[in-house]
């Protein structure tokens, strides 16, 4: 549900984005700038703790396809109109309709909610709104966001929410719940002006960024770095799994970096399955090095003359 904040805030400089950027990209955008503000790698920085809320307030509106569009549809009526959760008179004729004369583009949906926001109505197409045509209508929807730490979004945990009105409603979050997504319950949005049902909570979960695990589906990803021997002669290593322990992975000889290999059943729960855990080998290049190794790595270059972009080059000549 739209709040008044929405015409003051502008999401797209908070991330630092385009209002025509993609949702992969949004996506890219907010992992790096989670993984910068997390309040794990600022611990007492109370001004990273408040951009970390931001961004993350930021992208749960964004990430959301028909919250995007109605935040920008509001942004772009202007700052005239006023939303407020009261019911009859909390807002006034010139506030809710002065958005329409500035060249902004309310829809129909637009001005049956404005309408049903003046009359203390939570229906569409004037229902209880004007006297109850039709029925007693649903109260309207609240909509509310939650953020998670990784671990508490794989395996589920119960949180308590601090409603607008003052409301504690405590949230059972499933196993498994991923990034973006929605969880709905059932009556507890606004009350029915009318008599009828009350409306629904609707709250978008966002969950931090993990320093090591990827969520990838019911995947999870790990880059795992193993030394150059270890890639070319191949090395059983140890890979760390999302439960504290480790598993022992076989390298083949010739391993190049980017291969990944799968171990099953040690990804994300849910009530749709149990996904894998997915080690992507990352070949680490050393950074300091004793002239005792450089001279070996010298020795082993002219024992292995051949160029490996000899490939490469000959097709970007033929095109083939």
């Known amino acids: 549900m739209a709040s008044q904040d929405w015409f003051e805030k502008d999401f797209y400089s908070v991330l630092g984005v385009s209002k025509d950027v993609s949702e992969a990209d949004l996506k890219k955008t907010y992992r790096k700038l989670a993984r910068q503000y997390h309040p794990d790698s600022n611990a007492g920085d109370?001004?990273?703790?408040?951009?970390?809320?931001?961004?993350?307030?930021?992208?749960?509106?964004?990430?959301?396809?028909?919250m995007r569009e109605e935040y920008d549809q509001i942004r772009a009526m202007g700052s005239?109109?006023?939303?407020?959760?009261?019911?009859a008179g909390s807002a006034g004729f010139e506030d809710i309709f002065r958005?329409?004369?500035?060249?902004?583009?309310?829809?129909?949906?637009?001005?049956?909610?404005?309408?049903?926001?003046?009359?203390?109505?939570?229906?569409?197409?004037?229902?209880?709104?004007?006297?109850?045509?039709?029925?007693?209508?649903?109260?309207?929807?609240?909509?509310?966001?939650?953020?998670?730490?990784?671990?508490?979004?794989?395996?589920?945990?119960?949180?308590?929410?601090?409603?607008?009105?003052?409301?504690?409603v405590k949230v059972k979050i499933p196993a498994g719940v991923s990034d973006g997504q929605k969880i709905r319950l059932k009556g507890k949005g606004?009350?029915?002006?009318?008599?009828?049902?009350p409306g629904d909570l609707v709250i978008t979960v966002s969950v931090r960024p993990h320093p090591v695990f990827e969520r990838d589906g019911l995947n999870l990803r790990v880059d795992v770095p193993v030394t150059f021997a270890e890639a070319a002669?191949?090395?059983?290593?140890?890979?760390?799994?999302?439960?504290?322990?480790?598993?022992?992975?076989k390298i083949a000889a010739g391993t190049p970096s980017g291969r990944v290999l799968r171990v099953k059943g040690k990804?994300?729960?849910?009530?749709?399955?149990?996904?894998?855990?997915?080690?992507?080998?990352?070949?680490?290049v050393p950074d300091n090095l004793s002239t005792s190794?450089?001279?070996?790595?010298?020795?082993?270059?002219?024992?292995?003359?051949?160029?490996?972009?000899?490939?490469?080059?000959?097709?970007?000549?033929?095109?083939?």
Do not use: W
């Open 99 to 168: 958005g329409f004369g500035r060249g902004g583009r309310a829809s129909a949906s637009d001005f049956d909610d404005l309408v049903g926001n003046l009359f203390g109505g939570g229906g569409g197409r004037f229902g209880g709104g004007f006297g109850g045509f039709g029925g007693p209508t649903k109260g309207g929807d609240i909509t509310a966001n939650t953020t998670l730490d990784f671990l508490t979004a794989i395996r589920g945990d119960t949180v308590s929410l601090r409603m607008a009105d003052g409301r504690e």
């Open 46 to 66: 109370a001004a990273a703790e408040a951009r970390f809320k931001e961004i993350s307030e930021a992208y749960a509106v964004l990430s959301d396809r028909a």
């Open 190 to 197: 606004q009350p029915s002006p009318d008599g009828g049902e």
């Open 293 to 320: 190794a450089i001279d070996a790595l010298e020795a082993f270059a002219k024992l292995t003359p051949e160029n490996p972009r000899d490939d490469l080059l000959a097709r970007a000549r033929t095109g083939r």
């Open 233 to 249: 002669l191949g090395a059983t290593i140890e890979v760390p799994t999302l439960d504290g322990e480790t598993v022992r992975l």
């Open 80 to 87: 005239g109109a006023r939303f407020s959760s009261g019911g």
């Open 267 to 284: 990804g994300v729960t849910t009530s749709k399955g149990t996904g894998d855990l997915l080690a992507e080998v990352v070949v680490a």
